[in-house]
């Protein structure tokens, strides 16, 4: 075992403060991994404050991490120490399911265990995440970096990107196919980029004037200002896809309105009840499919990876001192960043050098 320092959440009401705990010595199929650089998603924000009534504290968040191999167990045969890999949101699965025999974990039928916040299958303890100095992961479920990516910019690649690349490579989006991202944030920002280098024609929906011309500079093509009725009216029936990634409570109704017949709409980002009720004639009369999607599968990662690598896609980010990890969680809510923290894990090995 190897003495690990992190920040954690102590409490739902209480700010993410230093904390040491132990790492497990690796098993014959684990890689030791020195974390050098960690984004900062929203659904860590959720589980630090229990928004969701499932944390178990204290929390160490974080599931976009990339850093270097420092050891392997004797098994490993795909990794060598001084790699530079990546963790995302799974770290094991039953692998013995339908759902992990088709290689896509995250949908496994005893449930994928998460990089933070689950029970280890093998001995119980509670799974921590990024927002350390070192972690231990199975073989299975380490990703390797591509030459070529901006590791830091890379990092949320691991959730945001394959969030919205998943739902895209399943529903075959390519050249010839007009598609609307909703929103245009973390998740919005990375289905563009992803969408545009798949040949797909890109519209961002948006409420906010502000961002026409920032969606244009991340590679839309077109921008609909949601809020204004001709715009939305002159759009109608016109797209073959939908990506919706929008986290809150929002009405569908419109949007499922600007789909073509046999046009799917797809929720990568709200996990509430639809509210307002979707209109059944939206779907029925046009054929049209509501479809949602969950991050992706550990090769599907990969693949996105080498993808990234090959289009130059990374993350637009804002490094991030630990030390300020609280600060940023309050600006993460209010949407004021640009489109995602990651953490620099330099500043926390400053702490013990100091």
């Avoid at 005893?110 to 280890?120: L, P, V």
């Avoid at 992961?137 to 691991?158: K, N, T, Y």
């Avoid at 479809?291 to 896609?313: K, M, N, V, Y």
């Amino acid at each position: 075992m190897s003495q690990t320092h992190a920040y954690a959440a102590y409490a739902g009401d209480q700010p993410l403060a230093p904390f040491t705990f132990e790492r497990r010595a690796p098993r014959p199929d684990d890689v030791a991994i020195e974390i050098l650089y960690c984004g900062v998603c929203h659904s860590d924000l959720h589980f630090a404050r229990n928004d969701w009534g499932m944390t178990t504290f204290p929390l160490v968040p974080g599931h976009e991490i990339v850093g270097r191999v420092t050891a392997v167990g004797n098994a490993v045969t795909q990794f060598k120490a001084g790699d530079l890999v990546g963790v995302g949101c799974m770290v094991d699965s039953c692998h013995h399911c339908q759902a992990c025999e088709d290689g896509v974990e995250q949908f496994c039928l005893n449930g994928f265990t998460m990089t933070y916040g689950s029970e280890d299958r093998q001995d119980g303890t509670l799974t921590q995440g990024g927002y350390s100095d070192s972690i231990v992961v199975s073989e299975h479920f380490v990703l390797r970096m591509p030459e070529g990516l901006d590791p830091a910019a890379a990092a949320p690649i691991l959730c945001a990107g394959i969030t919205t690349y998943s739902p895209l490579r399943k529903h075959g989006v390519g050249a010839g196919h007009k598609i609307g991202v909703i929103g245009m944030g973390g998740l919005g920002h990375m289905g563009v980029k992803l969408a545009k280098a798949l040949g797909a024609e890109v519209t961002v929906f948006t409420r906010s004037e502000a961002k026409v011309e920032e969606a244009k500079r991340n590679g839309a093509d077109h921008v609909v200002v949601s809020g204004n009725p001709a715009q939305m009216e002159a759009v109608a029936e016109t797209f073959d896809f939908m990506l919706d990634t929008v986290p809150v409570q929002h009405d569908l109704n419109p949007y499922l309105a600007a789909l073509k017949y046999d046009g799917t709409h797809i929720l990568v980002g709200l996990l509430d009840p639809i509210e307002p009720a979707i209109e059944g004639f939206n779907l029925v009369f046009k054929r049209r499919v509501l479809a949602g999607s969950l991050i992706g599968g550990i090769a599907e990662t990969q693949e996105l990876l080498d993808f990234c690598a090959e289009h130059g896609i990374t993350c637009d980010i804002e490094m991030l001192d630990i030390h300020n990890i609280n600060a940023a969680y309050e600006r993460m809510e209010k949407g004021d960043v640009r489109y995602r923290f990651v953490i620099d894990m330099a500043t926390l090995k400053a702490d013990q050098a100091a």
